[in-house]
C-alpha cells in the first residue's frame, strides 16, 4: 500500500510538477474526510446530514485546490452544489420505491450470527453511498465544461450569452459521453464477480436482471448519469452569470 501511495506521488510530481503535490494533498485530505464522516454515520449521527456536509467538504477541497482559475472553480463548486441537493430530493422517495437497500439473500450465511438491530437506517445509507458515487464525475464534468469555456472567453472575451451556452453544451456533449463510460465500467466491475457467481449457480437471466443488488447499482448508475447531463447545461448557464458583472 505505502510502495503504491509512493508511486502514486512521483507520477503526480512528474505529470503536474508542483501541483502533484497540492493533488496529492487534497486526495489525502478527502480520504481523511470520508472516514470521519463513516465514524459519524457510526457512532449515530443523520446520515443524510453527514453526506450534506461530506459532499461540501469533498466538492471545496477537490475543486478549490486542484483549480487555478477563480470563475472556473467558482462556478464548478456552485453547480456542483446545486445538482448534488437536487440528486438528493431524487433519490430520497426513488429509494424508498425500488427498496434496494440492505443485505442480499446471498449475505445471510455471513450475517446470520450478528444482530441487525445497530439503530442505522440502511436506506440512507444507501442514499449516502449513491451521492459519494456521483460527486466524482459531477465535478469533473463541471470542471471541464467551465475550464472550457473560460478558455474560449480567453480568445473572445465579447462573445454573446447564447453563442457562449451553445458552445458549454458543444463541450458537455463529449464529455457526457465519457463519464457515462467511467461510471458504467464502475458499475460492471463492482458487480462482476457476483454475476459471474449467479451464472454458475444456474440462476435464470430474468432473476439476475430483477435482483436487489444489480438494481440498486443500476439506479445509482441512472442517477449519476442523470446528474453529469443536468450539470453540463448549468454550468453553460452559470458561468454566464458570473460573468455578467465583468462585462457590464
Known amino acids: 500500500m505505502m510502495l503504491l501511495t509512493g508511486i502514486l506521488l512521483i507520477l503526480l510530481v512528474l505529470v503536474c510538477g508542483w501541483q502533484g503535490l497540492t493533488i496529492f494533498f487534497s486526495l489525502g485530505l478527502n480520504f481523511v474526510v470520508i472516514i470521519l464522516a463513516l465514524v459519524l454515520?457510526?457512532?449515530?449521527?443523520?446520515?443524510?446530514?453527514?453526506?450534506?456536509?461530506?459532499?461540501?467538504?469533498?466538492?471545496?477541497?477537490?475543486?478549490?485546490?486542484?483549480?487555478?482559475?477563480?470563475?472556473?472553480?467558482?462556478t464548478a463548486f456552485v453547480t456542483s452544489l446545486i445538482v448534488v441537493v437536487g440528486l438528493l430530493i431524487i433519490?430520497?422517495?426513488?429509494?424508498?420505491?425500488a427498496a434496494t437497500y440492505g443485505f442480499g439473500a446471498e449475505d445471510a450465511e455471513e450475517i446470520e450470527g450478528f444482530g441487525l438491530a445497530i439503530g442505522l437506517s440502511f436506506q440512507k445509507i444507501s442514499i449516502m453511498m449513491i451521492i459519494l458515487g456521483s460527486l466524482g464525475a459531477i465535478a469533473e464534468t463541471s470542471i471541464a465544461v467551465a475550464s472550457g469555456l473560460v478558455e474560449?472567453?480567453?480568445?473572445?472575451?465579447?462573445?454573446?450569452?447564447?453563442?457562449?451556452?451553445?458552445?458549454?453544451?458543444?463541450?458537455?456533449?463529449?464529455?457526457?459521453?465519457?463519464?457515462?463510460?467511467?461510471?458504467?465500467?464502475?458499475?460492471?466491475?463492482?458487480?462482476?464477480?457476483?454475476?459471474m457467481w449467479f451464472i454458475q449457480l444456474g440462476y435464470p437471466i430474468s432473476k439476475i436482471m430483477n435482483h436487489k443488488i444489480l438494481i440498486g447499482e443500476g439506479l445509482a448508475l441512472l442517477i449519476g448519469v442523470s446528474g453529469v447531463i443536468a450539470t453540463v447545461p448549468l454550468t453553460s448557464w452559470l458561468l454566464n452569470y458570473f460573468r455578467k458583472p465583468k462585462d457590464e
Open 41 to 74: 454515520v457510526a457512532g449515530g449521527f443523520e446520515p443524510l446530514i453527514v453526506s450534506g456536509l461530506l459532499s461540501l467538504i469533498l466538492l471545496a477541497t477537490s475543486i478549490f485546490m486542484n483549480t487555478k482559475q477563480p470563475l472556473t472553480a467558482k
Open 91 to 97: 433519490i430520497v422517495p426513488l429509494s424508498q420505491l
Open 152 to 195: 474560449i472567453l480567453e480568445y473572445d472575451a465579447q462573445m454573446g450569452p447564447k453563442q457562449l451556452f451553445k458552445a458549454g453544451i458543444a463541450i458537455g456533449e463529449k464529455i457526457i459521453a465519457t463519464a457515462f463510460n467511467t461510471l458504467f465500467f464502475s458499475f460492471f466491475g463492482s458487480f462482476l464477480s457476483l454475476t
